[in-house]
């Protein structure tokens, strides 16, 4: 028998859309927008917006909806870290997801550059790819972490290609070290799911290589991220040092057993805080680096 459709209340979407993690897409965008040489206008305002609440309400939505089934054997679901919402309210969510993002979507597209848009679109098929039947690039491994880098490394890219600026060599290193930065964030996470992942059948970077392996993947990929920011110049070479924290915070569980993975939540609860220490190191350093006039 088929659930009744229902319309998903505010609080629900806001749920959804993960709200801790609204500032780890929009910061990204307005800050290399403004580094690319643009203003406080109304396309920096309206373009923050967007990847504020929009574009993590179509992410984690459309994830949400997908992931519905494996999400009821997940212990960590229900909370900040991922809603579980009522199987009436799915097409309510997809919908909300689609109405929201429409206007300022268009919007970004018309005001911005041929480079823009198309960075705009890759990033928005890879936020359905991520989780959509006939795609759900999250169960191939590798690719599932790929994916999610784009999700966060991505509206940096369209920041700085609507300020109209070509990425050269120093920006280019920057936004390697962030997406190097998101894999190994995505892959780390994946760990604690292994167990739920399994019992559901799917497939994914951690269900693969299993937890160890997984989490010494990521302690690489924060590496890369490290040795990537030491390319470029001072004082932004500082932030080479943030990636290193989040090697010490996985390094205990470069050896979890399987049938342990979800004890490396307690990683990933610090992580989650962790995202908003490094967000205020960021800004300092980039301030240092580019005094406002």
């Known amino acids: 028998m088929t659930s009744a459709i229902a319309r998903p209340s505010l609080r629900t979407l806001v749920s959804t859309s993960r709200p801790l993690s609204w500032v780890n897409t929009a910061y990204p965008f307005g800050a290399a927008y403004l580094l690319a040489g643009g203003g406080a206008d109304l396309t920096f305002w309206l373009g923050c917006l967007f990847f504020l609440i929009p574009y993590n309400l179509a992410m984690y939505g459309v994830n949400d909806v997908f992931d519905y089934e494996s999400d009821l054997r997940n212990p960590r679901k229900g909370g900040v870290e991922g809603a579980l919402v009522d199987p009436a309210e799915h097409r309510g969510i997809l919908v909300a997801s689609a109405v929201s993002c429409a206007p300022l979507l268009v919007y970004l597209l018309a005001v911005g550059t041929l480079a823009s848009g198309i960075a705009l679109v890759v990033v928005m098929f890879a936020v359905v790819a991520y989780s959509v039947r006939g795609l759900r690039f999250k169960e191939i491994p590798f690719l599932d972490s ?3 880098a784009t999700h966060f490394a991505g509206p940096a890219v369209v920041g700085l290609l609507m300020a109209g600026t070509s990425p050269g060599a120093i ?3 920057a936004l390697a070290a962030f997406f190097a930065w998101g894999m190994a964030s995505q892959a780390f996470g994946a760990v604690q799911d292994i167990g739920a992942d399994r019992d559901a059948g799917l497939a994914s970077i951690g269900t ?12 690489a990929l924060y590496a890369l991220a490290s040795a990537l920011m030491l390319l470029v ?6 932030l080479a040092m943030i990636p290193l924290g989040y090697i010490v915070n996985i390094w205990p569980f470069r050896s979890l057993h399987d049938d342990r993975a979800f004890e490396a939540h307690r990683g990933w609860a610090r992580f989650l805080w962790m995202n908003f220490a490094a967000g205020f190191l960021v800004t300092m350093v980039l301030l240092w680096a580019h005094p406002p006039i």
């Open 208 to 219: 693969v290589l299993g937890a160890a392996r997984t989490v010494r993947v990521a302690i």
């Open 171 to 173: 920006a280019l290193a």
């Open 233 to 238: 110049p001072f004082p932004e070479r500082l």
């Open 146 to 148: 790929a994916t999610s």
